[in-house]
């Protein structure tokens, strides 16, 4: 039973548009929210995070939403460029930074078409 | 000074057999994970290390063996692969437990005839 799903396993957008990925998770102890973003034969890495307490949080082009009483979380991406085609893992934690109680998602294949 | 690398990135091994998959960093970083990302799924922790010879289960760790005799070291060991050991391999490090502050390696893919 996955607790973070990422059901949409690839999304293509336009170049300069917005990109949104979504998230949603069945676990109420989860207090901690992050994004990572994967390049081929690379590793993934840390993008961007939001606390339970808060509803938004930014990062040049990055945002991520979150709506707790849905259980769901979102990362925007505006404007889409061709560099961000990667894979994007959204995860949570019951703590908030805590590396050992991550649950990840399977991640979606982000496409930004130039 | 590549940070943190895997070795090796790429490994077919056949089922029963022993594989140890190499994990180096040079930042002297305390504390060091294995995942493992299977198709459809995310990273699952298997084993973390807080400093060298502390090292404690994650969410998978049946079949796997990690030691960590050296700070710059984690390797992990597969005592006798089976197929369901086929996944891609990640090690990360970072100063603390906190996910902000974690790297990860570029990966090993493993798979077992």
């Known amino acids: 039973d996955q607790q973070v799903k990422q059901n949409s396993p690839s999304l293509s957008v336009q170049e300069g548009r917005i990109s949104i990925l979504n998230c949603d998770y069945t676990?109420?102890?989860?207090?901690?929210f992050l994004w990572y973003k994967k390049y081929p034969a690379e590793g993934p890495t840390f993008l961007i995070s939001i606390s339970s307490i808060k509803d938004k949080n930014e990062d040049g082009r990055f945002t991520v939403f979150l709506n707790k009483s849905a259980k769901h979380l979102s990362l925007h991406i505006v404007p889409s460029q061709p560099g961000d085609s990667a894979v994007y893992f959204c995860a949570a934690s019951p703590v908030a930074g805590s590396a050992r109680q991550l649950t990840f998602g399977s991640g979606t294949q982000l496409t930004v078409l130039p | 000074d590549a940070g943190i690398t895997q070795s090796p990135r790429y490994k077919i091994t056949e089922t029963g057999r022993q594989v140890t998959l190499m994990c180096h960093q040079t930042w002297s970083h305390s504390y060091m994970f294995w995942y493992r990302q299977d198709l459809g799924h995310g990273l699952r922790l298997i084993y973390y290390s807080a400093a060298a010879d502390i090292t404690d289960k994650g969410e998978v760790p049946d079949g796997y063996v990690v030691s960590r005799s050296k700070t710059e070291n984690f390797p992990l060991t597969l005592e006798s692969a089976t197929r369901s050991q086929t996944s891609v391999y990640f090690c990360a490090t970072g100063w603390t437990a906190s996910t902000d502050t974690q790297y990860f390696g570029p990966g090993t893919r493993l798979t077992v005839l």
């Open positions: 676990n109420s102890m989860f207090d901690y």
